[in-house]
């Protein structure tokens, strides 16, 4: 489904606010080399949805907020912005479209002096 993850890499690509903040916006991993703050994003499940005359796929997709400031106050303004541009959104994904996105469920952890932020959205999108 490359389609869906350029439609995501794209609604980033025109939101100045989030690109000001973070380093990069990654699928599936970040770069050996890369700098933080920076966020990856990926697939977790996908199904096939039909109606009568329509088929669809209802996906989940995670994104994933990497910080290393020793306080909070950075990743939660990215988590902010994120949220603003995602939830509820409407993405462009060729040769479907855009039924709804919203924010499903979210996580913020610390390990070895890292910040963790989850973010689970549910999309669908039809033929």
Known sequence: MQVLF???????????????????????????DAVMPYVVYHKISGV??????????????????????????TINDIYTKLTALFDWSTLTVAGWNSIYM????????????????FVQYRLEIQK
């Open 6 to 32: 350029t439609g995501l890499y794209n609604k980033y690509l025109s939101n100045a606010a989030l690109k000001a903040v973070i380093t990069g916006f990654y699928f599936t991993e970040a770069p050996q």
């Open 48 to 73: 096939p949805d039909y109606t009568f005359t329509e088929d669809m796929e209802n996906v989940i997709i995670q994104f994933n907020i990497f910080d290393e400031h020793s306080s909070s106050t």
């Open 102 to 117: 919203k924010r499903e469920l979210d996580n913020l952890t610390r390990d070895n002096d890292i910040w963790n932020y």
